[in-house]
Each structure stands twice: as structure tokens, then as C-alpha cells.
T-cell receptor, first 122, second 113 residues
Framework: AQSVTQLDSQVPVFEEAPVELRCNYSSSVSVYLFWYVQYPNQGLQLLLKYLSGSTLVKSINGFEAEFNKSQTSFHLRKPSVHISDTAEYFC????????????????????FGAGTQVVVTP | DAGVTQSPTHLIKTRGQQVTLRCSPK?????VSWYQQALGQGPQFIFQ???????QRGNFPDRFSGHQFPNYSSELNVNALLLGDSALYLC????????????FGPGTRLTVL
């Protein structure tokens, strides 16, 4: 089984300041990692994902996340936030293959953390 | 190109009733997953449908059932509603061979009184 821990339930930050959202995961098999964003009264939007290759992944709107296998972390960062970044951010994992023994029933299923509410103020 | 659509947007039911939520996947997608997001929590996986069959299921009771139609749209049915079923129900669509990329709909807000 997999689990995801988002260490901060709420992160207040001033506009143009940097922000880091922490995510740690637990899994006995290889996983894909994701960050989703949810604006008020909306569904989830994929922000970025790590499948393989370079451990640093970036989104088009300035966010980046780094996969750290030894620390089982996938922290999200942005060097300068905007008011419009106010939202809830969810870290998620998914087993990376349907073919591994014991993982077939987990493939294709996103396992989410509890979320981190980012509030950006002027 | 329409994204994932869900209906209705909001729904109010009373305990013991039954409810049906609907989802139309993104054009070209053949796999639909359903998630329940209780207030203040992350989404929880309910089940996933592919080729009109339930392919994966999370830890939800049999009161939660679903269906996928030949056009890939899907329904989520919940019987004998409980107060604890109040949540935002999210539908996500993807391609069977790349379920790592799931596109979410806006959700249906279900309130059980």
C-alpha cells in the first residue's frame, strides 16, 4: 500500500515571496508522483508530475518539484508567488506499473495527501 | 475540445435515498475513475471503469456502484445514503494505456441531510 503525507495543512505567504510545500510518501514499489492544484469550487488540475528521468520537474507557471528517492519526498516550490496562486495543493502517488506482483490492484489509482492550503496575501 | 463534464453540479438528498451522478470523459479517453473528496480532505479513490467493467476498486462499501456506457461515459450510484456520504464527487478520465495522466471534472457536490 502507498501513503502520502503533506506536512503542512496551511501555508500563509506574502505576494512575491517564495513558497515550499512539503510532501513525503511511503511505498514498497516504484511510484509516479504528482502535484495537483484545486482552486475554490473547482476540480483538480494537474500541476506537474514525475514519471522518470530528471528528478526536477517544472510547470509552465513557475512551480517546480524535485523527486528525492532516498528521502521519499517530492516537495513543491515556487520562487515568487502571485495572489492567483491561492489554492489548495495536493500531492499524489500512483504505482508505476501494473505488472508487478502485489501491485496490480493499485495501478491507475491516485493516492492523495490531505492537501496544503496556500493563502497568498499582498 | 470539451474536457471532463459532470452533472449535476449540486445535489441535496436525505438519508436513505439513492443518487446517480454522471460523467462524460474528455474526448478520446476510454477510462473513467471516480473519487470522493470529503470536506477538508484529499480525494479518495472509489473505482475505475474501462471497457464497461470495473477494473479497480478502493475501500468503499457495495452501496457505491458504477457503470460505464459504450460511449465511455459513466455513472456513479450510491444507495442508502448516509450523512457521511456528503462530499464532492470527482470524475477523472484518462487513456487506458496512460492512466498516469488523469483529467478531472469540476465535481458534483452532494449534500445528505
Amino acid at each position: 500500500a502507498q501513503s502520502v503525507t503533506q506536512l503542512d495543512s496551511q501555508v500563509p505567504v506574502f505576494e512575491e515571496a517564495p513558497v515550499e510545500l512539503r510532501c513525503n510518501y511511503s511505498s514498497s514499489v516504484s511510484v509516479y508522483l504528482f502535484w495537483y492544484v484545486q482552486y475554490p469550487n473547482q476540480g483538480l488540475q494537474l500541476l506537474l508530475k514525475y514519471l522518470s528521468g530528471s528528478t526536477l520537474v517544472k510547470s509552465i507557471n513557475g512551480f517546480e518539484a524535485e523527486f528525492n528517492k532516498s528521502q521519499t519526498s517530492f516537495h513543491l516550490r515556487k520562487p515568487s508567488v502571485h495572489i492567483s496562486d491561492t489554492a489548495e495543493y495536493f500531492c499524489a502517488v500512483m504505482v508505476d506499473s501494473p505488472g508487478m506482483i502485489g501491485t496490480t490492484d493499485s495501478w491507475g489509482k491516485l493516492q492523495f495527501g490531505a492537501g496544503t492550503q496556500v493563502v497568498v496575501t499582498p | 475540445d470539451a474536457g471532463v463534464t459532470q452533472s449535476p453540479t449540486h445535489l441535496i438528498k436525505t438519508r436513505g435515498q439513492q443518487v446517480t451522478l454522471r460523467c462524460s470523459p474528455k474526448s478520446g479517453h476510454d477510462t473513467v475513475s471516480w473519487y470522493q473528496q470529503a470536506l477538508g480532505q484529499g480525494p479518495q479513490f472509489i473505482f475505475q471503469y474501462y471497457e464497461e467493467e470495473e477494473r479497480q476498486r478502493g475501500n468503499f462499501p457495495d452501496r457505491f456502484s458504477g457503470h460505464q456506457f459504450p460511449n465511455y461515459s459513466s455513472e456513479l450510484n450510491v444507495n442508502a445514503l448516509l450523512l457521511g456520504d456528503s462530499a464532492l464527487y470527482l470524475c477523472a478520465s484518462s487513456l487506458a494505456l496512460s492512466t498516469d495522466t488523469q483529467y478531472f471534472g469540476p465535481g458534483t457536490r452532494l449534500t445528505v441531510l
